[in-house]
């Protein structure tokens, strides 16, 4: 028996048969006992060496993957313009960053969400990490810092297609019929945030072709930085290796599906990047070359012409 005012302390020793995660409740049937942790999860690695290193892989793909944004701010603030910078990617990727941040900040944060990813997924580790949360909030904002840039610089006859505004129409009708199914409870907010990382991956898997699109009629890369295109494949590739990694030292391969999104987001980018490298470094390397030469020679003229005629 408890008294009132009583502090209970229970300890209790674990032992790991194999690697795995196991959630421990804490249950009463008197009113009089307040728990105030009702719930333990333990977790076993394989090694605790390899743990740290999924930690460390985690923080450089999402250090890669937050700065990838930048060099093509940069290159827009240097050239007063974003000539050569696809509106139609723009719109697509900061509606695919606003899906993934919901969806992140929800499995990050809210205890309901994260018991039924557990709930389905028992033997996984936690599916979001504070750098998913970091990298999906850092990249939406950035994003809508180069939509701003689109308005201020040169942009020629540049504009969001209406088949872009179609379709993200579309997407925001069905997210708002899907937020009023799950608060009448024909949802569960897991299912509703789920569909918001679904959302970021289908649209990563089209956003990118309009800019491919725009190099491949324009037969040039610039005004698109291939340093937003390096960084973004040396996260890709750390972001997979994490998740593999996880997968391997916590014993469950389920965690691939537990955040598909994650994984798809990696092997897309990959694919796309190596679209752009080819395009930059082997494609249209020497349109850049030529067009430096071009200008120069009219100048020269130009001055030619000019020094040749007395009168001017």
């Avoid at 910078?85 to 697509?92: E, I, R, V, Y």
């Avoid at 209406?162 to 069905?174: F, H, Q, V």
């Avoid at 972001?239 to 593999?244: D, E, G, I, T, V």
Wanted: charged share 15%; hydrophobic share 45%; proline share 2%.
């Amino acid at each position: 028996m408890v008294g009132p005012g009583l502090v209970l302390k229970v300890e209790f020793q674990a032992e790991a048969l194999s690697v795995g995660r196991v959630l421990v409740k804490v249950t009463s049937s008197s009113s009089q006992i307040s728990i105030v942790e009702d719930r333990l999860t333990i977790q076993v690695f394989r090694s605790y060496t390899l743990h740290i290193l999924e930690i460390l892989f985690g923080w450089v793909y999402f250090l890669a993957w937050a700065v990838a944004a930048y060099p093509q701010l940069i290159t827009n603030y240097r050239r007063k313009s974003v000539i050569g910078l696809s509106f139609d990617f723009l719109a697509l990727n900061v509606m695919g960053f606003l899906a993934y941040s919901l969806y992140n900040v929800g499995m990050f944060w809210v205890p309901a969400v994260q018991e039924e990813y557990h709930r389905r997924f028992p033997d996984a580790a936690k599916g979001v990490d504070l750098n998913d949360v970091l990298f999906s909030v850092n990249g939406f904002l950035c994003t809508l810092v180069s939509i701003t840039q689109c308005i201020i610089y040169e942009r020629g006859m540049q504009r969001v297609s209406m088949k872009t505004r179609t379709s993200i129409a579309a997407t925001l009708l069905c997210a708002f019929i899907a937020l009023f199914l799950t608060i009448d409870q024909k949802i569960s907010w897991f299912d509703y945030l789920t569909s918001f990382s679904l959302i970021k991956l289908g649209i990563t898997l089209v956003k990118y072709i309009p800019q491919a699109h725009l190099n491949y009629t324009r037969k040039s890369t610039a005004g698109w930085s291939i340093g937003n295109v390096l960084l973004d494949s040396t996260g890709g590739v750390f972001s997979l290796m994490q998740m593999l990694l996880q997968a391997y030292n916590s014993g469950s391969w389920m965690i691939l599906f537990g955040n598909f999104t994650k994984f798809g987001l990696g092997i897309i980018s990959l694919v796309f990047d190596l679209v752009f490298i080819v395009q930059h470094y082997w494609l249209y390397r020497d349109v850049m070359k030529y067009t430096a030469v071009s200008m120069m020679e009219q100048f020269t003229d130009s001055d030619s012409r000019h020094n040749s005629n007395p009168t001017s």
